[in-house]
């Protein structure tokens, strides 16, 4: 069966610093990763994807991800953080696009002036 | 191009009634996913629809059902609600002729509050 466990509820990181969300993933098969961010009172929008290749993944907005089979992770970063990152990010995992996508907890990302 | 829609947005009812909540896929996808959103909580799966035919299904009670329409719509249906049947309710569409370049795309939601 196939989990995702994100550390940290609660993530607050000052603003222009340097954004770090912990992933890691149980999967009995090459998994598909996803990370996807929720605004307050919304859906969810995807940030990036790792299908297959480079183990590194560029999304939207300046966030990335490592995909490391080693260490079943894939931590999501950014260089430096905005006020418009605050919000819900979900880290979630899928044996392949069109299975049923499992969900992490979520990691809620404060911002600080 | 239009994404998912979902409707209604809010919805109250009380337990034991039923409720019927819509999704309309992003243009070109045929397969609709539901997924249950509790408050602080990860989206959990309830089902898949694709040829109007439940592919797929989470654990979720039989209170919960579905239906896919040949427009590739789809309704999820909640018999004699719960107060934990509370959440926010979305759907997601995807491709199953695009897989390799597709992935799913979710709606805005729908928040169910059971009284």
């Known amino acids: 069966a196939q989990s995702v466990t994100q550390l940290g509820s609660h993530v607050s990181v000052s603003e222009g610093a340097l954004v770090l969300l912990r992933c890691n993933y149980s999967?009995?098969?090459?998994?598909?990763l996803f990370w996807y961010v929720q605004y307050p009172n919304q859906g969810l929008q995807l940030l990036l994807k790792?299908?297959?290749?480079?183990?590194l993944v560029k999304g939207i907005n300046g966030f990335e991800a490592e995909f490391k089979k080693s260490e079943t992770s894939f931590h999501l970063t950014k260089p430096s953080a905005h006020m418009s990152d605050a919000a819900e990010y979900f880290c979630?995992?899928?044996?392949?696009?069109?299975?049923?996508?499992?969900f992490g907890k979520g990691t809620r990302l404060h911002i600080l002036p | 191009d239009a994404g998912v829609t979902q409707s209604p947005t809010h919805l109250i009812k009380t337990r034991g009634q039923q409720v019927t909540l819509r999704c309309s896929p992003k243009?070109?996808?045929?397969?609709v996913s539901w997924y249950q959103q509790a408050l602080g909580q990860g989206p959990q799966f309830i089902f898949q629809y694709y040829e109007e035919e439940e592919r797929q299904r989470g654990n979720f009670p039989d209170r919960f059902s579905g239906h896919q329409f040949p427009n590739y719509s789809s309704e999820l249906n909640v018999n004699a609600l719960l107060l934990g049947d509370s959440a926010l309710y979305l759907c997601?569409?995807?491709?199953?002729?695009?897989?390799?370049?597709?992935?799913?795309?979710f709606g805005p939601g729908t928040r169910l509050t059971v009284l």
């Open positions: 790792y299908t297959t290749g480079a183990t």
């Open positions: 997601a569409s995807s491709s199953v002729a695009g897989r390799g370049t597709d992935t799913q795309y």
């Open positions: 243009s070109g996808h045929d397969t």
């Open positions: 999967s009995s098969v090459p998994p598909y």
């Open positions: 979630a995992v899928s044996p392949n696009r069109d299975d049923k996508i499992i």
